[in-house]
């Protein structure tokens, strides 16, 4: 029996691959006109860091980790999400870098054990930055804006930003309290999920997507905001005002991470069928001294590669074609062979994109490897040429062919660039 792959996992193919390097470049770009650097940090981590960093009560900690005893009996998960490991790592490495912020970004696989379906995998990518130091709302709105810059960038462009506060501990305090006066009657109502969140996390269940009949009425966490939690929001909406970034609030909004405060926010686009979020983030006030560290502020995002991929081919958005190779060499006969086998080597070392067969097949055929590579020449290495101390160069875009001195091949495949 053929083993395959993991259930929730993906190859990802030649052809496909191209597809994750120009939105890693992408990515990558962006964040240095942002002056976001990259940071990288292990794909596990001790299960407590996720535990006291991502929530306890959240689905991600309780349902969906890949945790496991290592040989040492130590209990490890492999990461669910980007921001616990970095803010780990900002406190262990003293990143505090005062007076300057940190800002950090990080593209890689995450692992949640879920139900797969079409934009939901059990080990997918995020793109993420970090942002450590300041309260500023202008950093929130920058956060916003590098991810609609991003998906502006790589051809979508409608998607939509959602943002919303969900304030500071005392004000989901507040809140709860009147979301669970107006809930409770409800309950009976509510599907199974909903009546355990009730419980455990009730502003989650405004989120949910099956009960949204019974919330017409429900309070707005707007409305329990203090002074100072609603003029941070509003200077948010201002800043991506002045920026031009179109958004809407939707106070419905409560993220699946419990580590924010203030400002929260989604991305959201068509294409994936049920699934229409494609990345999102906020601010959290409390998370880098919950897990060990001087009381820093951070604010942060997500996106998820995937999901972009499957947006993009919903909307028959492209990628740059990769350059075409410069040339394939077809050699014929043994001792011509040898030669290409060089000069193959030479014209690579020079930076030329070349390639040659290895199966010694006839000239019909290695042509055609030539067409179906779409290189820009074949050069063809026979008995006499070689005798010669020639080559010819065949254009395969217009079949014009020249013969040239061998010593010249790289000159002239440089020239014709
Ligand atoms: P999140 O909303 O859990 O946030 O994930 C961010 C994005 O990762 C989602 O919007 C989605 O595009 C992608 N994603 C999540 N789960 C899956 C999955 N099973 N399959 C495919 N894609 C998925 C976070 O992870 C936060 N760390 C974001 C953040 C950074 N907040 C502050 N800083």
Partial sequence: M?????KGTQDLLPGTVEKWQYLEQKARDVCRRFNYKEIRTPIFEHTELFQRGVGETTDIVEKEMYTFRDKGERSMSLRPEGTAGVVRAYVENKLYG???ISKLFYIGPMFRYEQPQAGRYRQFHQFGIEAFGSVDSTLDAEVI???????KEIGLKDVRVEVNSVGTP???ALYRSKLL???TPLKDKLCRDCQSRLERNPLRVLDCKVDQGHFEGAPSILDSLSEASSAHFEKVREALEAMGIPYSVNPRLVRGLDYYTHT????KAEGIGAIDTVGGGGR???LVAQVGGHDQPGVGLGLGLERILLVMEAKGIEIPPSPQPDVYLIALGEQAEMKAAELLFQLRSRGLTAEKDYQSRKMKAQLKSADRLQARYAAILGEDELAAGNISLKNLADGQQETIPLDRLAEALAEKK
């Fill in 181 to 183: 006066e107006f809930l």
């Fill in 98 to 100: 005062e007076p300057e």
């Fill in 284 to 286: 959290y006030n409390g």
């Fill in 145 to 151: 804006a590098l991810g609609y810059l991003f998906y």
């Fill in 2 to 6: 053929v083993l395959q792959k993991p």
């Fill in 264 to 267: 929260a926010f989604e991305y």
């Fill in 170 to 172: 005392e004000d989901r």
